[in-house]
């Protein structure tokens, strides 16, 4: 059964930059047919997506964090990171990281069905 | 603002139905059929309850169920029960461009 677990800082100076990792067990992160994303919510609020990667190492990052935005993989570690640099007290949140279906058994999806339980950030001097 | 429109909240009395529209334009919930569902009760990770306009996946109560006309999409619950009692979020592909738009979550409340 595949599991995420989010590991990094819970806590980031204003103007610093966030690291997170998200650690994959019980499948092989490098799996054709998925992308490997992240997700926050801030503190009483709705959920935003950040970006994800694809196995074959192709990102794609929401428009509005996308010039402050790394998402990376490590094949050999089964697991995937997020870098979010310049960061303010607006940054502070969950962040989970969610395993994205995008083709199946021929079939083309896109929804996320295996979450981490999450980690929260904070962000303040 | 969140770039699909959800109510804020709904509620129901256990055994009634209920229904939390998602809406959103002809650029993601109206142009794909890859609308999905989160469950989140508090302090927990989202939950997916339904992918593709109205697929279930295994072990989600086929109480729950998907639609979609034009641009909105829509979770009913029916025989509502405590447990459902909990956010929902909404979600859609939007092209290669945006990519994935959330609705701003809907908290249904159990009376």
């Known amino acids: 059964q595949l599991q995420l677990q989010e590991s990094g800082s819970g806590l980031v100076k204003p103007s610093q930059t966030l690291s997170l990792t998200c650690a994959v067990s019980?499948?092989?992160?490098?799996?054709?047919?998925?992308?490997w994303s992240w997700i926050r919510q801030p503190p009483g609020k709705g959920l935003e997506w950040i970006g994800y990667i694809y196995h074959s190492g192709s990102t794609y990052y929401n428009p509005s964090l996308k010039s402050r935005v790394t998402i990376s993989v490590d094949r050999s570690k089964n697991q995937f990171s997020l870098k979010l640099s310049s960061v303010t007290a607006a940054d502070t949140a969950v962040y989970y990281c969610a395993r994205v279906v995008l083709y199946q058994g021929g079939y083309y999806y896109y929804y996320m069905d295996v979450w981490g339980k999450g980690t929260t950030v904070t962000v303040s001097s | 603002q969140s770039a699909l429109t959800q109510p804020r909240s709904v509620s129901g009395s256990p055994g009634q139905s209920v229904t939390i529209s998602c809406t959103g334009t002809?650029?993601?919930?109206?142009?794909?059929?890859?609308v999905s569902w989160y469950q989140q009760h508090p302090g927990k990770a989202p939950k997916l309850m339904i992918y593709d306009v109205s697929k279930r996946p295994s072990g989600v109560p086929d109480r729950f169920s998907g639609s979609k006309s034009g641009n909105t999409a829509s979770l009913t619950i029916s025989g509502l029960q405590a447990e459902d009692e909990a956010d929902y979020y909404c979600?859609?592909?939007?092209?290669?461009?945006?990519?994935?738009?959330f609705g701003g979550g809907t908290k249904l409340t159990v009376l």
């Open positions: 019980g499948g092989s992160i490098s799996s054709g047919g998925y992308s």
């Open positions: 979600c859609s592909y939007a092209g290669s461009y945006t990519n994935v738009v």
């Open positions: 002809s650029s993601d919930v109206g142009g794909y059929n890859y």
